[in-house]
C-alpha cells in the first residue's frame, strides 16, 4: 500500500494523565487508518505507555516511534520548565531516554513539577534525536522574547549534546509563541544548516473530540467549563492527516519529509527481556545447588515433628522434592525461591508475622521446605502444577502476607540488601469509569449533585462486571429515558462517553515489588509516587515483566497485626500461645464458627459468609477450605447443595464413579481448581501439566482454544475411560461451569 508523505511525532496519550485522550493502542489503528508508514508516542516526562504502544504498532504493520517530551529548567530551582521531545533510534537512545525520564522525576524537589536541568543531558544523549519543542520548547520561547542572543547561546548547547541528530521544529497551531518565532526558527535552521521538522502536537484523535479534551483539562484543574481564567484545549490539537499537513506546510515541504527522514532513524522498540535477579550464589549452578541443599535440609525440618515415617511415606516427600528442583531449576527459577526465602526467613528471625501461604504458592514442597510457606501441600491434597507448570513458561508468583504494621521494615530490609535504587514499588492506574467519570463531567458542568448522582446510581455496579455507559444507555430504560429526554443528562453522557476508561490518576500496586540486579533505571522509566519514599516504575504490573523485572508481592494484612497483638496481651497474663502449633481438630472452634459468629475472622466475617456458616455447620478443617473457595460468583451456588450433602439431608452423587476419590471430601461437588486437574488425568489421560493448560483454558474462554481443549477431553476419555462422547462432554461442560 501507498504510505503517507508524513509522520507524526508528537502524539501525546492517555498516560499523559488528564491531558492526552488517545490510548496508545488506538494510536497505531489511527497511524493504520490514515496511511502513516509510522508514529511516535511523546508524552511529557513519561513512558509510560510504550510497550503497550510499540506492541500494538507490530500487529497493525506500522513502525513504533518511542519518545517522549522532557521538561528542562531554565534556572537552577526549576521554577521555568520548558519541554524537549526525544526519540529513542537505538538501545542506547532508549536507555538514556530512561535514565533522563527518572532523572526528571525522582531528582527534584516534589514542589516542582518534573524536569532535568540543562547539564544532566550531558553524557545522556547517545542514540536520542531532538527536537526544539516548538512553542513549549524553549528555543521558540527566547525568539518569540526578542532574547536572539540567548538563544543563539541554547542552540549552540543543543548541537553540542545532539550532533546530526537535533530538529528545528516548526508546528502551526493557532500560538502566539510558535507564530512569533517561526520566521527566527527558519532563519536559525537555514543559517545552521539544521533540519526543519514539520509537527502538530497533538492530544486527542479527531476534531469531534476536542469539548471532550476540553472536558479533560478541567478535570485535570478541578474548574468548571464556564471559567473564565482557565486552561483551554486547542481546537488544532488532534492528529492531522498527511493531506492537512501538506496544506498547511506547502510552503516548507522539506519540513513534511524530515518527519520520513527523522522517523527512518528511530527503528527501535522496548526490548522484550528474560526474567533478570540479583544473584544470592553468583550464578546459576551456585543457586541451583543452594536450592538443592536449603531444600533438602529443610524438608528434614519439617518432617522431623511428624515422628517416624514409613520409608514409603518418606518417599513420597523425596520424590516430589526432587521433581520440584528439577522443574524449578530447568526453568530457571532458584533464584527467585532463594529471594524469597532470604527476606521471608529474615521476616520471621525479627518477630514480624508471616501469613502461612496462600494461593498456587502453598502447592509447592519446595517452599515449604525453604519456610515461604507454613502448609505441607502433601498433607493437604495441592498439586505443584498450579503453581509452576513445565509445560507453560510463566513466573512463579508467591502471595505473601506480612503483618500489616510491619510490612514497611521488610521492604526497608530488601531495599538495603539489594540497594535503594534496584527495589521499586509498581505502578497503577486509576480509570475514568462509568460512575466516576459522570461524577467528574457533571461537578465541570456544574449540574446539581442530586442529579449526577441519582443518574450514577442508574449504572449496575457489579464488582466482577463493570458496566459501561454505552451498556448502561442500551441496558438501563430509566438510564435511557433520561438521556432522550433532558438535554443536559445527554449532554452529560455524550461528554463522559468520550472520556470513559482513560487514566485518571496514577498510584502503587498494593503490595508489588520489583528487585533488580542493577540500578533499575537501566531497566524500566522510573517515577515518584509523592506518599511514598520509594521508586515507582512507570511501567505496569503487565509490561514491568516483559521488561525483565520480576514482581514479589508484599500483602499487608492486618489479621496478622491483630493476632500478634492478641499473642502479645495474652503473655502480659502469663498464657503462651503459639499460633502455629494449634490443633485442626478443636471442637469449640467448630462450634463457634456454627453459630456464625465471626467477626473479625479473616475471610469469614462477611455477613454472607456467617449465615454460610450457621447453614453448613462445618465440622473440619476442609470444611472451611471449601467455603471460603465456593463463597464466589458462580461456585457459590453450590453451597446450598454442599450443605445439604454434608449434613446428610440430600444423597451424595459423583458426575463418574472414578471421580470419588478426589471428590468424596466435597460431597461429590467441584470445589478445587486441583479437583478439577485431577478429573482431567483420571478421566481423560491428561499429565498435570497439560491438565494446568486445560483449567487455565476454562479461565480465559477463549473458544478456539476451548474447543481443541474440548476434542481432546473427550477423544482422552474415550481412549482412557471407555466413555462416550456424549457423556464426557457432559463431564466437560461440568468442570468448565466450575
Request: aromatic fraction near 8%; glycine fraction near 8%; charge should be negative.
Amino acid at each position: 500500500m501507498a504510505y503517507a508523505p508524513f509522520v507524526p511525532l508528537r502524539v501525546m496519550s492517555s498516560y499523559s494523565l488528564l491531558e492526552g485522550a488517545i490510548d496508545p493502542k488506538a494510536i497505531a489503528k489511527l497511524a493504520k487508518e490514515r496511511g502513516f508508514p509510522a508514529i511516535a508516542i511523546c508524552d511529557r516526562n513519561g513512558l509510560y505507555g510504550v510497550v503497550a504502544f510499540a506492541a500494538a504498532c507490530f500487529g497493525e504493520c506500522i513502525q513504533p516511534i518511542i519518545g517522549t517530551l522532557l521538561g528542562v529548567a531554565r534556572d537552577a530551582e526549576g521554577r521555568q520548565v520548558d519541554y524537549l521531545p526525544l526519540f529513542a533510534q537505538d538501545e542506547a537512545g532508549y536507555d538514556n531516554l530512561c535514565h533522563l525520564v527518572s532523572a526528571a522525576h525522582l531528582d527534584r524537589p516534589l514542589e516542582f513539577e518534573p524536569h532535568v536541568q540543562l547539564d544532566d543531558l550531558h553524557g545522556h544523549t547517545d542514540g536520542l534525536i531532538a527536537l526544539t519543542g516548538a512553542g513549549e520548547g524553549a528555543l521558540a520561547r527566547l525568539l518569540a522574547e526578542g532574547q536572539q542572543t540567548h538563544a543563539e547561546t541554547l542552540c549552540d548547547r543543543l548541537q553540542t549534546l545532539f550532533p546530526d541528530r537535533l530538529y528545528i521544529e516548526l508546528a502551526r497551531r493557532s500560538s502566539a509563541v510558535q507564530d512569533n518565532a517561526e520566521k527566527a526558527l527558519i532563519d536559525m535552521a537555514y543559517t545552521r544548516d539544521l533540519p526543519l521538522v514539520a509537527t502538530n502536537p497533538a492530544n486527542f484523535a479527531d476534531p469531534h473530540i476536542h469539548k471532550a479534551h476540553d472536558a479533560m483539562l478541567c478535570i485535570a484543574a478541578s474548574t468548571h467549563i464556564e471559567a473564565e481564567d482557565r486552561v483551554r484545549s486547542n481546537a488544532e490539537a488532534f492528529v492531522k492527516s498527511a493531506p492537512m499537513m501538506e496544506e498547511l506546510f506547502g510552503d516548507l515541504p522539506e519540513a513534511l519529509h524530515n518527519t520520513l527522514t527523522a522517523a527512518r532513524r528511530c527503528a527501535f522498540a522496548p526490548p522484550d527481556r528474560k526474567p533478570i535477579l540479583p544473584s544470592l550464589a553468583g550464578d546459576l549452578e551456585g543457586e541451583v545447588r543452594l536450592l538443592a541443599a536449603d531444600a533438602r535440609a529443610g524438608l528434614d525440618a519439617r518432617l522431623a515433628p511428624y515422628g517416624e515415617m514409613s520409608a514409603e511415606e518418606r518417599k513420597v516427600y523425596d520424590d516430589r522434592l526432587d521433581f520440584e528442583i528439577d522443574v524449578i531449576t530447568g526453568m530457571g527459577f532458584p533464584g527467585y525461591f532463594l529471594i524469597v526465602a532470604d527476606f521471608i526467613k529474615w521476616a520471621k528471625d525479627n518477630d514480624i508475622p508471616v501469613g502461612p501461604g496462600r494461593g498456587s504458592g502453598a502447592g509447592s514442597l519446595v517452599a515449604w521446605s525453604l519456610t515461604i510457606t507454613d502448609l505441607d501441600p502433601i498433607r493437604l491434597g495441592l498439586l505443584f502444577e498450579r503453581f509452576l507448570n513445565p509445560e507453560r513458561v510463566s513466573m512463579p508468583d508467591f502471595d505473601i502476607d506480612f503483618c500489616e504494621t510491619r510490612r514497611g521494615e521488610v521492604i526497608r530490609y530488601v531495599q538495603a540488601k539489594y540497594g535503594a535504587d534496584h527495589v521499586a514499588q509498581i505502578i497503577t492506574f486509576g480509570k475514568l469509569k462509568a460512575r466516576a467519570v459522570l461524577r467528574d463531567c457533571g461537578r465541570i458542568l456544574q449540574m446539581s449533585y442530586g442529579q449526577v448522582d441519582r443518574l450514577c446510581k442508574m449504572v449496575p455496579n457489579h464488582p466482577t462486571d463493570a458496566w459501561t455507559l454505552p451498556r448502561t444507555l442500551n441496558g438501563s430504560a430509566e438510564f435511557r429515558r433520561e438521556y432522550d429526554n433532558q438535554p443536559e443528562v445527554k449532554r452529560l453522557v455524550d461528554l463522559a462517553m468520550d472520556l470513559e476508561g482513560f487514566p485518571r490518576n496514577s498510584s502503587t500496586h498494593a503490595a508489588g515489588v520489583v528487585i533488580g540486579d542493577r540500578p533499575l533505571a537501566q531497566l524500566v522509566p522510573l517515577y515518584r509516587d509523592p506518599r511514598s519514599d520509594m521508586p515507582v516504575t512507570q511501567f505496569d504490573m503487565k509490561h514491568v515483566e516483559s521488561s525483565g523485572l520480576v514482581k514479589f508481592d508484599f500483602l499487608g494484612l492486618k489479621t496478622l497485626s491483630v493476632l500478634q497483638k492478641a499473642v502479645k496481651l495474652l503473655e502480659k497474663r502469663g498464657i503462651a500461645l503459639d499460633l502455629s502449633s494449634l490443633a485442626w481438630d478443636d471442637a469449640a472452634v467448630y462450634k463457634l464458627l456454627q453459630s456464625g459468629n465471626t467477626v473479625g475472622v479473616f475471610q469469614l466475617e462477611s455477613e454472607g459468609m456467617r449465615r454460610t456458616l450457621a447453614a453448613v455447620k462445618p465440622t473440619n478443617f476442609g470444611d472451611i477450605i471449601a467455603l471460603v473457595s465456593l463463597y464466589r460468583p458462580g461456585p457459590m451456588d453450590n453451597i446450598p447443595l454442599f450443605g445439604k450433602r454434608k449434613n446428610g439431608e440430600a444423597e451424595i452423587a459423583y458426575p463418574h464413579e472414578k471421580l470419588e476419590g478426589i471428590l468424596s471430601e466435597t460431597y461429590g461437588i467441584f470445589v478445587y481448581q486441583e479437583q478439577v486437574m485431577q478429573a482431567a488425568q483420571i478421566l481423560a489421560g491428561y499429565s498435570l501439566g497439560d491438565a494446568d493448560l486445560l483449567r487455565r483454558a476454562m479461565g480465559k474462554k477463549v473458544q478456539a482454544e476451548m474447543d481443541a481443549q474440548r476434542q481432546r477431553f473427550v477423544d482422552g476419555c474415550k481412549t482412557v475411560s471407555q466413555i462416550d462422547a456424549k457423556q464426557a462432554n457432559e463431564l466437560f461442560d461440568l468442570i468448565d461451569k466450575f
